[in-house]
């Protein structure tokens, strides 16, 4: 089955660095999404990409979907405490179909 | 985005029982899902929940051991049944509009924390 690899699994970061992480696939998606976790909440969405080779910014982050639509970007710049969260990508092959989740990456950030 | 909630928020139940988890949705959505996430663990698919019709399992997932319901358009339970330690999960509902948009979304409830002692 399709499998998403994320990385880095954790990072340790100080209060205003930036921040990358990135998925890679086994396989073509037609959709990729960003999600935010925050401890005993679900999931929340931050950006949602629909074209290869689209970058979408909101507000901090920036999302960029691969051109071989086999990976993805989130990059967050000028990191503050409350960017303290487990962040996933998910991969959609089609709308209203499952979403593949990569395994998250844990960021902390000492202020 | 819709507004979804989920019922009970946590629950700590005995082994051998079930446990019936609500997900209601504040419009009509056309897409239910239900997600297993395990502690320290991504999101995994259980099932999709089909309105009038027996829900789409994923494989590694049984309707004797999960079934769900979807009467209408705005709500879903999904039950988990003669639990064991291994059922301690949370359980999360996600929704996705398909309606008359060129792009769609997923999003999802604050889900269910179940211990199973």
């Known amino acids: 089955g399709q499998q998403l690899n994320q990385s880095p699994q954790s990072m340790f970061i100080q209060e205003g660095e930036d921040v990358s992480m990135n998925c890679t696939s086994s396989s073509i998606f037609n959709t990729w999404l960003w999600y935010k976790q925050d401890p005993g909440e679900g999931p929340v969405l931050l950006i949602a990409l629909y074209k290869a080779g689209e970058l979408t910014s909101n507000g901090r982050l920036t999302a960029q979907f691969g051109i071989t639509r086999k990976d993805s970007f989130l990059n967050i710049s000028a990191s503050i405490p409350s960017d303290v969260g487990i962040y996933f990508c998910?991969?959609?092959?089609?709308?209203?179909?499952?979403?593949?989740f990569g395994e998250g990456t844990q960021l902390t950030v000492n202020p | 985005s819709a507004v979804i909630s989920q019922k009970p928020s946590r629950d700590i139940c005995q082994r051998g029982t079930s446990l019936t988890i609500q997900c209601q949705v504040d419009s009509q959505v056309t897409m239910m899902f239900w997600y297993r996430q395990q502690p320290g663990q991504s999101l995994t698919l259980i099932a999709t929940?089909?309105?009038?019709?027996?829900?789409?399992?994923e494989s590694g997932f049984v309707i004797d051991k999960f079934p769900i319901s979807r009467p209408n358009l705005t709500f879903s339970t999904l039950t988990v049944s003669n639990m064991s330690p291994e059922d301690s999960s949370i359980y999360l509902c996600?929704?996705?509009?398909?309606?008359?948009?060129?792009?769609?979304?997923?999003?999802f409830g604050p889900g269910t924390r179940l211990t199973v002692l």
């Open positions: 929940a089909n309105q009038g019709s027996e829900a789409t399992y």
């Open positions: 998910a991969g959609q092959g089609t709308s209203g179909s499952r979403l593949t």
């Open positions: 996600s929704v996705e509009d398909l309606g008359s948009l060129l792009y769609n979304e997923q999003f």
